[in-house]
């Protein structure tokens, strides 16, 4: 231990190597800016500077790290993931069992039976056409194709 404390370079990349073992094993960006920090005090420590200086240096570039990624994983994470159930907002269906404002119904998309809702709660009847607006669970939320005549 003395040993490393006398050769403070080879103590940051001790620091260094922790920091990268704990981020592989737990894949959470829990240590990510540790080994930033560490490579930084370990380029201190190559010039010399004190140890006390060398761990300021590790928290002051660590925290800064941090502070730097943090928006830019939070937009990452924000990220909707799009599914295949997603491809079926704006596809035209037809309504295999009438819905109410109370009960919904039934409707045929893409060859599938999907549970079905009016978007804007207005009843939807046996052989009408709908345009899917958007899924909500396992609902199509849809809404009446209004034909010209009728």
Do not use: C, H
């Not at 737990?26 to 060398?54: K, N, P």
């Not at 599914?83 to 404002?101: F, Q, R």
Request: charged share 15%; no cysteine; aromatic share 10%.
């Amino acid at each position: 231990m003395q040993w490393l404390l006398d050769n403070p370079v080879y103590l940051w990349l001790v620091v260094v190597i922790i920091a990268v073992i704990f981020e592989a094993v737990t894949y959470a960006l829990v240590s990510v800016w540790f080994v930033g920090g560490g490579l930084v005090a370990m380029l201190s420590a190559l010039l010399g500077i004190s140890m006390f200086a060398q761990v300021l240096v590790f928290l002051i570039f660590s925290v800064m790290f941090l502070v730097m990624a943090r928006p830019l994983i939070k937009k990452k994470q924000q990220t909707n993931v799009r599914t295949n159930v997603d491809s079926y907002i704006g596809k035209v269906g037809i309504v295999t069992k009438e819905s109410t404002s109370f009960t919904p119904g039934q409707g045929k998309v893409g060859g599938q039976i999907w549970t079905i809702a009016s978007v804007d709660a207005s009843p939807l009847y046996m052989g009408e056409e709908f345009i899917v607006e958007s899924v909500s669970g396992v609902k199509l939320i849809v809404k009446k194709i209004e034909r010209e005549g009728m």
